[in-house]
């Protein structure tokens, strides 16, 4: 386990680092299959074939209680007429481009606030990640809408200081909102990450750069920044693919449809609606075909502007 | 004390105040009248009553909120012992023996680390529903006994690897076969890993809401979150208070995994980037 910042992106490309020098030990063969074989039945049984099979039903119309038929393209095409579809597509988009960054800023900035050798550090921290654990449970859903619905605590709060936006519960224009202020109230499990990479900084280079007159924002900009920038990019990487799937807060909130007036459609709502309501099981499987292709693109595109702005100390760059 | 420090933690505490303001006042807010719920930012009840609590408990549909709470542990507790044990296997077998396909295999494992698990739910769902499997645990289990969640495996792979070589020769040397240094060196020092892989499964599958939801169909085998939502769709409104004080109840477990395990929680984070 790596014990300083997290290094997924980098580690996926690797290889089990066993010892390449030692000799493959005879009985190791057998042994290997044999510790292995609980997980090579999931990558088969739970993986591998369904992953096979919905690629094939998502060219068929499948409706559960009769046989897959042939339709080739159809259900792909149709997702582009479809009206709720591209709702759940628009809601989805918002919310991955509104709801990430906040959470990422919001989560950045604890973790800077957090980063000295003050005691109390290590309870803050915990009493920040907290919210992390509960936050996408029904428990907390039922909570938040109970805040935000009309004369509740969120309403009165800002008529108190002039603001009358009524509920933002059954309020189209602000419903989404509140799940994105959900989101980010979850802010502790990048913070967490944030302040680990903090800690690699080092303070000399700070230390330097205040010698030679630089304030606090031009030291954040030119030292702190490009330092975390690999636990930023994880950080945005894994936040971009989780916000992609957000599902049990939606649907507490706003249901099957999305309220008010599919606001709240979120792409996965949409797909659980169409394959386990509407029992459309082959359009719902191209729908989760077109999921996997944007967020794969998504994480492409991640992945390339990464050289741009990812610093890694020891490139020799 | 310095009066940066001061400063520092009037701050800190300031922010925190603001992020844990929901959790104070629902707390709170179970303790008032059912009415009296939805205006009252104020953190203390004028009357506070504990009938929330006592119809919240009588649970719904005739079936206690014991019963919820049972469902949910069968599946937490069975959840728990199929991921650690399954990923603690394939975390050896990739750490520790050498064999062919092991790169192709590892390669194959970290591929499926962020892989939506929506291009999987349908088969899986038609495939059990030909089995009559629907409305039982078996779904919502078997994957955990088959290492489906592939962060732990990669917790475990990244922990075995630290552990040294040396110790896997004397065992050999002393006689032990793969079991037996799996079994009685690797685990036990293994423990740090095996208790993150534990406590974060527990906490997903006590707030897992998804799978039980397209799984379950009889009201008497639900767990607590799917609970909780039959009970907004029966009772919204009429009953504010005691579906606050269900909610709350809901979490009880996990702020308690929280209080007494957060150092392995934090932890586990800061080093593999788990969610919470």
Do not use: C
């Not at chain 1, 031009?218 to 916000?243: C, G």
């Not at chain 2, 205006?39 to 719904?60: C, D, I, Q």
């Not at chain 2, 499926?112 to 919502?140: G, M, S």
């Not at chain 2, 075995?160 to 032990?176: F, Q, W």
Request: glycine residues 8%; charged residues 15%; proline residues 5%.
């Amino acid at each position: 386990m790596a014990t300083t910042a997290p290094t997924l992106p980098k580690e996926a490309t690797g290889r089990p680092a066993g010892p390449r020098t030692r000799a493959r030990r005879p009985g190791d063969e057998l042994a290997g299959y044999l510790f292995l074989s609980p997980w090579i039945l999931g990558i088969l049984l739970l993986t591998l074939g369904p992953m096979v099979t919905s690629l094939y039903l998502s060219f068929t119309d499948y409706s559960l209680f009769t046989a897959p038929e042939w339709v080739g393209l159809d259900n792909y095409r149709r997702m582009f007429d479809d009206a709720r579809w591209l709702k759940s597509v628009q809601v989805t988009a918002i919310y991955v481009a509104v709801a990430v960054p906040v959470k990422l800023a919001a989560a950045l900035a604890v973790a800077l606030l957090l980063n000295n050798k003050r005691k109390g550090q290590g309870f803050y921290r915990a009493a920040f990640y907290g919210p992390s654990l509960i936050g996408a449970s029904v428990s907390l859903a039922i909570v938040w809408k109970a805040l935000f619905t009309d004369d509740a605590v969120v309403d009165r709060a800002l008529r108190a200081v002039g603001i009358h936006t009524g509920g933002w519960a059954g309020n189209p224009d602000f419903s989404l909102l509140m799940l994105v202020l959900l989101g980010a109230w979850q802010l502790g499990a990048p913070m967490v990450i944030f302040l680990a990479g903090l800690k690699q900084v080092p303070v000399e280079l700070h230390e330097a750069a205040h010698v030679d007159g630089a304030g606090r924002w031009r030291r954040f900009r030119s030292i702190t920044l490009p330092m975390i920038s690999p636990v930023v990019f994880f950080n945005l990487l894994l936040e971009t693919i989780n916000a992609f799937q957000v599902f049990t807060s939606a649907y507490i909130v706003g249901g099957p449809n999305g309220s008010p007036a599919g606001t709240t459609l979120f792409y996965t709502i949409y797909l659980y609606d169409r394959g386990f309501s509407d029992f459309r099981m082959g359009y719902a499987s191209a729908m989760a075909w077109m999921l996997l292709l944007g967020v794969g693109l998504i994480t492409l595109f991640l992945f390339r502007t990464a050289r741009g702005w990812v610093y890694y100390s020891g490139d020799k760059r | 004390m310095k009066l940066s420090t001061v400063a520092w933690h009037a701050g800190v505490i300031a922010v925190l105040v603001v992020v844990l303001y929901p959790i104070v006042w629902v707390v709170a807010a179970t303790f008032k009248p059912s009415a009296d719920i939805i205006g009252n930012l104020s953190l203390l009840p004028t009357e506070p009553t504990t009938g929330n609590y006592e119809r919240a408990v009588e649970g719904m549909a005739g079936i206690s909120i014991g019963r919820f709470f049972w469902n949910s542990t069968v599946l937490a507790v069975l959840s728990v012992v199929g991921t650690v044990a399954s990923s603690a296997l394939a975390g050896y077998a990739f750490a520790r023996l050498r064999f062919r396909g092991r790169g192709a295999m590892f390669a194959l494992m970290i591929s499926t680390l962020l892989l939506p698990f929506h291009v999987l739910i349908i088969p899986q769902y038609a495939v059990f529903q030909k089995l009559d499997l629907i409305d039982t645990y078996v779904p919502l289990l078997l994957g955990k006994f088959l290492a489906a969640e592939a962060f732990f495996v990669f917790l475990m792979v990244q922990f075995m690897r630290t552990i040294p070589h040396e110790l896997d020769e004397s065992a050999k040397i002393d006689g032990a076969g793969h079991w037996g240094t799996f079994w009685h060196i690797i685990l036990p020092l293994a423990r740090p890993a095996l208790i993150t892989t534990a406590i974060f499964t527990f906490i997903w599958s006590w707030n897992d809401f998804f799978g039980p939801l397209i799984y379950l169909s009889t009201p008497d085998k639900y767990p607590l979150p799917l609970a909780l939502q039959l009970f907004v769709d029966e009772a919204s409104g009429s009953d504010f208070g005691a579906l606050m004080a269900m909610s709350v109840l809901a979490l009880v477990p996990v702020v308690l995994f929280f209080l007494f395990f957060q150092r392995f929680l934090v932890e586990g984070v800061s080093t593999s980037g788990l969610k919470g």
